[in-house]
């Protein structure tokens, strides 16, 4: 049965509103009435949506616009914000519907800045005026309806605000109720208005294959930036993240807006200041070569787009998203267990798979702690290279004659549980599932196709497509005692073109292809609620808090050079937990780079995030082996405070630093693990003093060394304000250095 789009906008709102319900639920068990966090003042028409630290505010103007008001620190209870009034216009140029910052702004009227939606109408109009027409408040749940001046054409706009962290979740519903079919041209989830300023430093986060997260920061100029990605997936170039900081700003200190979309497929944000030089960010779909048809009757939700503000500086904004995406995001939330220590085969065996080699590996695995066992691309199909057998998810029998159970059983016996990769999206023309489907690829009939890796995207838009996606995997799992998935995606789009669909609606394919990516995730883990998921995509190709919803941990790069790793891990964090960040070890010299590296310090870089080995472990020496079995479990006494617990960047590798540290500080502050690394020392320089952060001044700690070494007279234990004011020197010298130093609470 062919499921229609208000049914499939179900099933990603159902996901959705177990965050809004998960937000709303909090206050409930602890605010007492007088600190609700949404207030509607009936006399000014004022909208406030309060946290702890954090006030977002919004009114109904004279003209019925739902107007921005205010962004920033948490105001007082008795604070009365005056009621919206539109701006004057500032010049002939810039009438004042334009001018006026709107939470919402439709293309129409004079509007010379970003539309957060573009309708148009089968008789030619395009003009498309938003007015205030109702709300319902439940809790932490907002919901604001919007109607344009003369036709039906309704937006549901759905605010949440989590009570703790201030972040706000903000997406909308747009509503075709003119009986007659129209095409959104654009549409975004929010418009996120900021104070007027002419110092913000916006801070993105950009890259490509083997080189991801990179933070760049560059002013806010009068035109407009645009973050985005084309290529139908959220991309590797750009990812939906920014932050927008003042001048002065710095890691610990100054006002952060900060916010990243939820949605993995191609999306837009834009940054622009108008008139007043008050700044706008608008965010969702990409309306390049967007157009979406809704029929009399239907609609089309947005992603949900969420941000926050802090005065605590880009760190502060880093630590409330890891939390926020711990305690409301991930699939596990609000207590998402710890990632197990995992072992993968890719680097070691390539395609060159055997039942015999993988049984070697997991036996050696076993032996140094690890506890999850992947077995990656090559045990399915004719998958001797890339050219062959994606699509064809049945084991290979020259490699595996007896099939998967028996390593699988080895693996268990071995104490470890057992994950498999998958690709399901994509598909080899040299595959059978092609041979007997050629029509289920995107392609744009009698025009060439663009192979990439030799592989072809299986049109995941099409129901047929999902429903045979689902059953192969279902079965997969179920007939196989699998764990872990972990779910690669290894080529963007090319002629995306939907074969057999009408032209007015092959461009939804944006949409639903995303849709029922999601729909299969959430079918999956609902069938199998023991089951773990990784996105993969060539390394960190899709990592967005959409897919993040249903995915437990994500492949950051497959670059896996332990020191370019620092500076990807240093960025990836700016927007995401290093709860969800695998990082592996793997041979020296690093295919990358041919660096090379110790093995202690390949360890330690990996262990700044969940750790994994991929590793030719057939090739290690037996004291290879007690380095690994002794920081494997020094890591297992400390991944709670690295994955789950508060960041401190305080040494960034970035801008060729040759000097890198972070300190991660446990939920119940009961202990500080710090990191730090060199790249190679010169000058006879001493390694930067390390003050630590956030502890207890008047508390206790103990200094316990996993790695690397203090100066002489360090003392072993000594009071968080010691720790903190005087530091510790640690004695780092020559070339790819690293130490590991835990600080443990002595006192209760
Ligand atoms: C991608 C992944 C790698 C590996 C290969 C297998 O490149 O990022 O980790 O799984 O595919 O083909």
Request: hydrophobic share 40%; charged share 25%.
């Amino acid at each position: 049965m062919r499921r229609t789009r208000l049914e499939n906008d179900t099933v990603t709102r159902a996901r959705v509103s177990m965050i809004f319900v998960c937000l709303a639920s909090i206050p409930a068990a602890q605010a007492e009435p007088a600190a609700a966090p949404i207030r509607y003042d009936e006399s000014t028409r004022v909208f406030e949506l309060s946290a702890e630290q954090v006030t977002y505010a919004f009114g109904v103007n004279e003209r019925g616009e739902l107007q921005s008001l205010y962004w920033g620190g948490r105001l007082g209870a008795d604070d009365v914000l005056p009621a919206a009034k539109s701006d004057a216009a500032p010049s002939s140029f810039d009438p004042s519907t334009g001018a006026t910052p709107q939470e919402y702004p439709a293309w129409g009227s004079a509007l010379y800045t970003e539309p957060a939606l573009k309708i148009s109408f089968p008789d030619g109009n395009r003009d498309l005026v938003l007015h205030y027409l109702s709300h319902t408040v439940n809790g932490a749940h907002l919901v604001v309806l919007l109607k344009d001046v003369s036709r039906d054409v309704r937006v549901q706009l759905r605010y949440d605000i989590d009570p703790d962290s201030g972040i706000l979740a903000r997406s909308a519903r747009i509503e075709n109720h003119t009986g007659k079919a129209l095409f959104v041209q654009q549409s975004a989830a929010a418009t996120w208005n900021l104070p007027a300023g002419d110092d913000y430093l916006l801070h993105s986060l950009s890259g490509r294959w083997a080189a991801e997260w990179h933070l760049d920061r560059r002013p806010v100029l009068a035109s407009q930036t645009v973050l985005e990605s084309r290529r139908g997936s959220t991309g590797h170039q750009n990812n939906p993240w920014f932050a927008l900081a003042r001048a002065g700003t710095s890691e610990e200190s100054g006002p952060v807006w900060f916010g990243a979309l939820a949605w993995s497929g191609s999306w837009r944000i834009t940054v622009e200041p108008d008139v007043k030089r008050r700044i706008r960010v608008t965010g969702g779909y990409n309306p390049f070569d967007f157009s979406y048809r809704l029929a009399a009757g239907a609609a089309l939700e947005s992603p949900v787009f969420f941000a926050g503000y802090t005065q605590g500086g880009l760190g502060e904004a880093s630590r409330l998203l890891h939390r926020f995406e711990l305690t409301h995001v991930l699939p596990q939330a609000p207590h998402p267990r710890a990632r197990p220590v995992l072992y993968n085969s890719w680097e070691a065996t390539e395609f060159n798979l055997t039942e015999a080699g993988q049984m070697k590996l997991a036996e050696m695995a076993a032996q140094i702690g690890v506890e999850r066992f992947v077995m990656d691309d090559g045990w399915f199909g004719a998958r001797d290279s890339d050219r062959a057998g994606l699509g064809d998810w049945i084991v290979n029998r020259r490699k595996f004659p007896r099939g998967l159970q028996p390593l699988i059983e080895r693996v268990h016996a071995l104490g470890m549980d057992f994950g498999l990769w998958v690709e399901p999206e994509m598909v080899n023309p040299d595959s059978d599932l092609y041979r007997r489907h050629p029509d289920w690829v995107l392609n744009f009939p009698g025009r060439p196709r663009t192979e990439a890796r030799n592989q072809l995207v299986l049109n995941l838009a099409r129901q047929d497509v999902r429903d045979h996606l689902f059953r192969v995997l279902d079965e997969l799992v179920t007939q196989n005692d699998i764990g872990f998935l972990k779910w690669d995606y290894n080529r963007n789009w090319a002629e995306p073109g939907w074969p057999g669909q009408k032209p007015e609606d092959q461009q939804k394919l944006y949409v639903s292809y995303v849709e029922n990516l999601y729909w299969i995730l959430q079918r999956l883990r609902e069938r199998h609620p023991k089951l773990e998921i990784e996105s993969c995509s060539g390394g960190g190709g899709r990592v967005d808090l959409g897919i993040m919803r249903f995915t437990d941990e994500v492949w950051p790069s497959d670059n896996t050079d332990p020191f370019d790793r620092l500076s990807i891990q240093d960025g990836f964090t700016y927007a995401h937990t290093p709860g969800v960040m695998m990082a592996w070890v793997t041979d020296s010299p690093n295919w990358v780079n041919q660096r090379s590296t110790s093995l202690e310090y390949r360890f330690l870089s990996a262990m700044q995030g969940s750790l994994g080995v991929g590793a030719d472990l057939t090739r290690w020496r037996e004291q290879d082996v007690q380095t690994a079995k002794r920081l494997i479990a020094d890591y297992k006494g400390i991944r709670m405070t690295v994955q789950q617990g508060r960041l401190y960047r305080l040494i960034s590798p970035r801008d060729g630093s040759p000097y890198s540290a972070t300190q991660s500080i446990s939920s119940d502050g009961r202990q500080a693990v710090l990191f730090a690394f060199l790249h190679s020392s010169s000058m006879l320089y001493p390694y930067p003093r390390i003050h630590l952060k956030s502890l207890d001044p008047q508390a206790r700690y103990r200094l316990r060394v996993l790695a690397g070494k203090p100066e002489e007279g360090t003392p072993v234990e000594a009071s968080g304000g010691y720790w903190m004011s005087d530091g510790i020197q640690l004695m780092l010298k020559g070339d790819f250095q690293a130490a590991a130093i835990v600080l443990d609470r002595a006192t209760s």
